[in-house]
């Protein structure tokens, strides 16, 4: 079993999509480990997406993710990685494929509804930035 991190984003949280998404997930076959409605300071989100930290986007990332209540998902299923960008979408709206979740519900490339782990070690540390893994242990299995 692998898992992965989703997040719901601002734009979506807003938008009131968080059953939308979560509904996609679920019948996707992905089991929902852990599941919470937060907020992250500026500086927690510059923490969250310091591999982009040289980008051009940072600045505007970091902003749009602690602009307003998000939805962290702690995700498990065999190739769950994989499977959940492939379930996503592209970064760009405008190049997601039909039915995925950024197709549906992102704004545009910056407030694209979602966020996917990248690798399983990724995914290992992402999870482990929104839960302790207490929260998580009673419902995996
Ligand atoms: O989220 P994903 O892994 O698909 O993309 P990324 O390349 O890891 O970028 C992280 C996030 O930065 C994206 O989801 C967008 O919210 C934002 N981004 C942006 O605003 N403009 C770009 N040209 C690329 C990414
Ligand atoms: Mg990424």
């Known amino acids: 079993m692998e898992r992965t991190l989703a ?7 807003r938008n009131n999509n968080i059953g939308n998404i979560i509904a996609m997930i ?10 919470k ?10 923490e969250f997406y310091a591999v982009h930290k040289e980008r ?9 993710m602690s602009s307003g209540p998000i939805v962290p ?6 190739n769950a990685i994989a499977d959940y960008r492939t379930l996503i979408g592209a970064t760009d709206p405008a190049e997601a ?9 992102a704004t545009s490339k910056g407030e694209n509804a979602v966020h ?6 990724n995914g290992r540390n992402e999870i482990a930035f929104f839960f302790a893994e207490s929260e998580l242990i009673a419902n995996s299995k």
């Open 7 to 13: 997040i719901i984003k601002p734009d979506a949280v």
């Open 26 to 35: 679920q019948a996707a076959g992905f089991k929902v480990l852990g599941c």
């Open 37 to 46: 409605l937060t907020r992250i300071s500026k500086e927690q989100a510059g």
């Open 56 to 64: 051009p986007f940072y600045g505007e990332l970091v902003n749009f």
């Open 73 to 78: 998902i702690a995700l498990e299923k065999e």
């Open 97 to 105: 494929a039909e039915g995925t979740i950024r197709k549906n519900y």
């Open 116 to 121: 996917g782990s990248d690798s399983v070690e």
